[in-house]
């Protein structure tokens, strides 16, 4: 997984979850009761599976970040800073050439359509 696409995936999860708080309470104050139209479980779990895939030991750290520091809000913190962490908890043996890479196995197809 590149550095941009674990950004991204994190982004869009925030993005929505932002969005749907904003529709809620704008039902709230409609309504003037707790209205929450949105149920996207399926979604958000399908996209920790996908997450999961890459990230095994991370997913934890993960959901936390997402969910009760409020996509690093409540710490200050940003996705960038969970993406390292999650690298050095892979214990990966060059994380630059990891987060840098464009395109997984993009030197092996390279090498395939030279031949």
């Not at 809620?24 to 309504?31: D, G, H, S, T």
Request: proline fraction near 3%; include cysteine; charge should be negative.
């Amino acid at each position: 997984m590149t550095k941009d696409l674990f950004i991204g995936t994190i982004n869009a999860m925030k993005f929505q979850s932002d969005n749907d708080k904003n529709q809620a309470q704008k039902l709230i104050e409609i309504y003037g009761s707790d209205i929450n139209p949105h149920d996207n479980r399926a979604l958000t779990d399908a996209m920790f599976d996908f997450l999961k895939e890459f990230f095994p030991q991370s997913i934890e750290e993960i959901q936390r970040f997402c969910f009760e520091q409020d996509f690093g809000r409540a710490t200050n913190s940003n996705v960038e800073a969970l993406w390292w962490l999650c690298l050095r908890e892979m214990e990966v043996v060059d994380p630059v050439e990891i987060a840098v890479r464009k395109k997984p196995y993009s030197r092996e197809l390279k090498n395939e359509q030279d031949a």
